[in-house]
């Protein structure tokens, strides 16, 4: 019990981590401070608008930090990892469509809109129990959860690593996107879930909801950071990198590697669930094109731009990665896709170790955690 | 049998006068029509058609014909009609154009009375030619025609003496179409003179359908005989004809019907499954054009390149360019493009790997993720340079259509020269990878790069030749798409999942394996697309692959000895 508790502390005597901490608390007081104390109009005023964009960077920093976890310190390049975002997102769309009730359109007390549009006469059984808010909550972690521990079982019970599980991680994205396109899968089809009114009671479009979200979702990636911090720095941890340096020494050393494996992916597949479900209410909407593999491909991408292997890295990464996107698709639209297949390439070529070595080369320390990462050793 | 199926007094006399005519006739086909014309003119003493022309055994006559067409120029509907079989039992070589030129309402006078064929309907001046000699005669002013109207039962009743007159043509095409027509459509009036017709036949499959033609006729009449003659066919018209003879009154006939109809339809299910089977190779041809060059770079050289699929696309514009370039030559176009396609692949190729690849030895990961930036540069700088939107490739004369093997089943011809091209290219490339100098320092390098160099292979020469082959193979694999699909930005996205899969699939390293794993998953998904839906079999296949890998990681055809160490 007690080792227990020390193994989820033990990241808050790291210096990178209070660091980390404190840098998100500040800015997370200073953006609800500017907000709330500043008069509307005034130069330094941050607008709900701007907070709800804030909020969304979070939590795309939230699933980077999961992807890093597999991807840093276990040399899984998992392509996949918007289906679990997606898959949380569902899980939150469905609680929030139960809760608009007998406002919609059709005003059906029970079905949401899509299903009396296409002439449903009953709530399919899995939509049962989302009505409530623990159930959908838990089912945010279950869902995604659940997918990881069946796919993992499979996969790393069989040895299938590198760029094969890449691929099939892909495809398991790309599967599940085409069938979420179906309306006979009772998730809206192409249009998603969308309209949502009111999260536990608080109406979705005010300001104050707006702020209350950004905050929530500020603590879950501190939490998730926290987490995967202890599990990186655990014995578990220098397992799963040296796993990642040399799978077949490791399990020569009588480590069996598939448990870690599939134990380390679970955890980065709920979290990414979980940073799902708190996209949805600040965008309003989940449809299947979060399942399609350009974004999780994207997700990789922010991830080596900050720096693989240092969770902190991730963080920037998703933050520098979707603020230029906003930037550039609001100035000129068609760059964009320049501008980020061109990261991709220069990041890869020319910046291995991504922001986060270029800090650390800068103060001529090593990144936290790295290790003995290098590039080449492991890619493998 | 030179019947309009019209019904009345009239065509009833005229039938019987017909059968008898048809009874005295000579064999040879003319000799015969005159003579039942004679007879019909004698028995009914029509004062609309004037078949004088064709008692003068002059049927080209110039005052006949003007009568024959005169008589159409009349208020009455009814009139007309007769009118029509007059022209039918004319004999007249023009018949069936003035037919032709009524129905489609092109058939007009002139204020001076003159009947003239309008060529072009379109603005105000239309260019006219005579309808009885065929000479030009220069745009008219639409003001100054009158056009010789019809209406719905006109206009049926054209369509069958059309077919009729078909009957007689020369050209075999001709009458291939018009016994088509008559599959169902054959009543009493016709039924008599068409045994004729069949005997006179020279052409089988003429003959065949004017028989089966004539069985559905005699089948309605009750005739149980008819079956044996329906027997075998697959065209939906002999499977309604032999339906509604089973909930007929007579019960041997119904018996003998159903029994047919059980035959036909075994019959009909081996033609699906073949249909099956050929989409499905079809499917399957398209998966392997386009994993093959993946096969070669990711399979052999072990360099993940995500912009395979934009590499395909470069091929597929670069069709379209070259039609561009030689407007009104599509074919040319196109067979110009197979090399340039694999040019322009190929150099694309080498700049990716020269300028990104290279600096990335090693770290299949990071390679993934770059190449993964250059598609997206690829896609978009089509869209920026040429457009967001479709492009049509016209698919050439000699390309389009399709070869009817029987009734039900009919196989495009697109599809089958993209299979054959398939085929072609991939034997192509086993030939270079097993044959030639290159092959086998490709083989080299991947198996042991350090012991090829030292044996004085230039590693990096052999890079990019492999790199700039597979590259080039995606460009053909662009090619020939254009034929079959939309010609878009997003044209090889769609197809870079798809290709891994088949790669992974067939086992990595084999190109026997992404031959044989392409053409089973286009098969299996044919298979499960009738009763699973499109998208619903793409998913149960991509579950399938997905599970297939847990199985056997190193996919169908796993590399045996030391090839498998890379």
């Not at chain 2, 040879?28 to 028995?43: H, I, K, S």
């Not at chain 2, 027509?181 to 054959?186: I, K, P, Q, T």
Request: hydrophobic fraction near 50%.
């Amino acid at each position: 019990m007690d080792s227990s508790r020390l193994w989820l502390l033990r990241p808050f005597g790291e210096r990178s981590t209070l660091i980390f901490l404190g840098v998100l608390l500040a800015a997370m007081a200073l953006v609800t401070l500017l907000h709330v104390a500043v008069p509307p109009g005034h130069p330094l005023y941050v607008s709900a608008y701007t907070v709800n964009l804030f909020g969304k960077y979070l939590s795309y920093a939230l699933l980077a930090v999961a992807v890093d976890l597999v991807w840093g310190y276990l040399g899984i390049l998992s392509l996949g990892h918007g289906a679990f975002f997606a898959l949380g997102g569902y899980a939150m769309g469905m609680y929030l469509m139960r809760q608009i009730g007998d406002r919609g359109v059709y005003g059906h007390p029970v079905l949401p809109d899509f299903m009396v549009f296409l002439n449903w006469d009953s709530l399919p059984w899995y939509w049962h129990g989302f009505d409530m808010a623990g159930f959908a909550f838990l089912m945010v972690l279950l869902a995604p959860g659940a997918l990881a521990l069946v796919f993992g079982f499979l996969a790393f019970r069989s040895r299938v690593t590198g760029v094969y599980l890449s691929i099939i991680t892909q495809a398991l994205t790309f599967a599940l996107m085409l069938a979420f396109f179906r309306n006979e899968m009772g998730f809206g089809g192409n249009n998603g879930l969308t309209d949502f009114r009111e999260i536990l009671g608080f109406n979705l479009r005010s300001s104050e909801t707006r702020l209350g979200l950004f905050l929530a979702t500020g603590v879950a990636l501190a939490l998730g950071y926290v987490l995967c911090r202890a599990i990186v720095t655990s014995k578990l941890g220098r397992v799963c990198v040296a796993t990642r340096d040399a799978e077949a020494r490791t399990r020569f050393l009588g480590y069996r590697v598939e448990r870690f494996q599939l134990f380390v992916f679970t955890v980065s597949a709920m979290l990414a669930g979980l940073a799902g479900a708190l996209y949805v209410p600040q965008v309003g909407i989940i449809n299947p094109s979060e399942f399609s593999p350009l974004f999780s491909i994207e997700i990789v991408l922010w991830v080596a731009l900050g720096g693989r292997a240092t969770l902190y890295g991730a963080v920037i990464g998703a933050i520098l990665v979707n603020y230029a996107k906003t930037v550039f698709t609001g100035v000129m639209p068609d760059a964009w896709l320049f501008a980020l297949g061109g990261l991709f390439v220069l990041v890869t070529v020319f910046l291995p170790k991504g922001v986060a070595g270029l800090l650390a080369l800068r103060y001529r320390r090593r990144a936290v955690g790295s290790g003995a990462f290098s590039g080449k050793e492991a890619s493998a | 049998m030179r019947y309009p199926p019209m019904r009345g007094p009239t065509s009833a006399r005229a039938r019987a006068g017909a059968a008898a005519g048809g009874d005295r006739a000579s064999t040879t086909r003319g000799a015969w029509l005159r003579l039942l014309v004679l007879a019909l003119a004698l028995a009914l003493g029509l004062s609309v058609a004037t078949p004088g022309a064709a008692q003068d055994g002059d049927p080209g006559g110039e005052a006949a014909a003007t009568a024959l067409l005169e008589a159409l120029d009349v208020s009455s509907f009814p009139a007309k009609g007769e009118a029509i079989e007059a022209i039918v039992r004319s004999d007249d070589p023009r018949a069936r154009d003035w037919l032709q030129a009524l129905l489609d309402g092109r058939l007009q006078r002139t204020d001076e009375g003159r009947f003239v064929v309008v060529l072009d309907n379109a603005g105000r001046e239309w260019p006219v030619e005579d309808a009885l000699n065929g000479e030009a005669l220069g745009e008219m002013s639409r003001r100054d025609l009158d056009r010789i109207g019809i209406n719905n039962a006109l206009r049926s009743q054209l369509r069958s003496a059309i077919a009729v007159v078909d009957l007689y043509a020369a050209d075999v095409d001709l009458r291939r179409a018009s016994a088509e027509r008559l599959l169902g459509e054959v009543d009493g009036e016709l039924a008599e003179p068409l045994v004729e017709v069949i005997e006179a036949e020279q052409d089988a499959r003429v003959r065949q359908r004017l028989v089966q033609a004539l069985a559905i006729h005699r089948l309605e009449q009750g005739e149980i005989e008819a079956i044996a003659d329906l027997r075998g066919s697959l065209h939906p018209r002999v499977r309604v004809a032999l339906n509604r003879a089973m909930s007929g009154d007579d019960p041997l006939v119904a018996d003998a019907a159903r029994e047919a109809l059980n035959s036909i339809e075994q019959m009909l299910k081996v033609n699906r499954a073949v249909e099956t089977l050929y989409f499905g190779l079809s499917l399957g041809s398209v998966l392997v054009l386009a994993a093959i060059g993946l096969a070669i770079t990711f399979g052999v050289m072990g360099v993940i390149n995500m912009a395979h699929g934009e590499l395909i696309m470069l091929g597929a514009y670069t069709a379209w360019a070259m039609q561009q370039l030689l407007p009104g030559q599509p074919g040319l176009a196109l067979m110009l493009a197979i090399p340039a396609g694999f040019l322009v692949a190929a150099l694309v190729g080498v700049a990716i790997e020269r300028g990104v690849i290279q600096f990335l030895k090693g770290r299949p990961l990071e390679t993934l993720l770059a190449t993964f930036g250059i598609s997206l540069i690829l896609q978009q700088l089509v869209r920026t340079v040429i457009s967001p939107l479709n492009r049509t490739v016209v698919t050439p004369e000699w390309m389009s259509g399709s070869i009817a093997i029987n009734d039900a089943l009919s196989l495009t011809l697109n599809r089958m020269y993209v299979l054959g091209f398939a085929l072609v290219v991939f034997a192509v490339l086993m030939l270079i990878m097993r044959r030639t100098r290159l092959g086998l320092e490709v083989r080299a390098v991947t198996q042991n790069r350090a012991m090829a160099r030292s044996m004085g292979i230039r590693a990096t020469r052999v890079d990019i030749m492999t790199f700039a082959l597979g590259s080039g193979v995606a460009g053909l694999a662009g090619v020939a798409l254009s034929q079959l699909t939309n010609v878009g930005p997003n044209l090889g996205q769609n197809y870079i999942i798809d290709s891994f899969m088949v790669v992974v699939f067939g086992g990595v390293g084999n190109l026997w394996g992404t031959l044989v794993a392409g053409l089973s998953l286009g098969v299996i998904n044919q298979v499960l697309e009738p009763w699973a839906g499109a998208v619903m079999a793409k998913i149960i296949v991509l579950v399938f692959i997905i599970l297939f890998i847990q199985k056997r990681p190193r996919g169908l055809f796993p590399q045996k000895g030391r090839a498998a160490e890379g």
